[in-house]
């Protein structure tokens, strides 16, 4: 829930992920994986997504179901015989409602968090063709150890997330927080922000900014050239908790 709530743009990647989902549910297609370099907002695009299937793209009638988990996160998503075992447990459930399961979306996301054992990454244990009326999503950094279907449909995310989308994500979130920054604040958020135009290093920005007061002169590092932009500022958020 939380990553939704300050969730702003990628609509193009939003309807891409709709169309997969909910277009011709009667023709079978090919596992989705969404693919990109860590910070770049699969987590929230993939929960955002969720949101908006369950609450506007389908009503509760039409017989949807979305089984979305987060892969790494506790023992039963970390390694691949655990994860399979509890997926068939939660659709044995599923399946035995009264209710009738017209479609399934199941989406998991970062594979890459998944223990290499077992042949994980090998992605054996993955269909090649989903059935008719079921639809598998999955995220993951592109890791050459992790070996992606040829012929799979591909969501590549490369693209640096706009000035005016973080500015509204910034605001959204400070909305909710009863708080506002001044106007030389904001600025110095956003030109930091435009050195590392990642949705991760907004995301740690956003948490250092609903710490300062109105008169706050914020003087945040940025680091030397080369350097991780967002290594350097979660070293400077630690180093504050410990002072």
Known sequence: VNKVKTFCGQE???????????????V???PLFVRGLSGMGKT??????????TEQWCPPSEGVSVVFRYLGTSAMSYHIGDLLLSLLDQLQLLYGLPAAVGVLLLLLDSLDQLSP???AYSLAWLPRICPP????VFS????????????????????AMPRDTA????????????????DSQERHLLDLFGMCPKPIYLKVLMREALTWTSFTEPRLPVGQPG?????????????????
């Not at 500015?167 to 001044?182: E, G, S, W, Y």
């Open 117 to 119: 054992r077992d042949g």
């Open 44 to 53: 929230s695009l993939l929960a955002q997504c969720v949101a908006m299937t």
């Open 28 to 30: 079978a297609k090919r």
């Open 140 to 159: 993951s950094v592109p890791a050459a150890e992790i070996r992606f279907p040829p012929d799979c449909e591909l969501l590549e995310l490369v693209a």
């Open 227 to 243: 350097d991780d932009c967002v290594q350097v500022l979660v070293k400077h958020v630690f180093e504050g908790l410990e002072n």
């Open 12 to 26: 193009e990647q939003l309807a891409r992920l709709r169309r997969y989902l909910l277009d011709e549910p009667g």
């Open 167 to 182: 500015l509204a994500a910034l605001r959204k979130k400070l909305q909710r927080r009863n708080r506002r920054l001044q």
């Open 133 to 136: 009326g079921i639809r598998l």
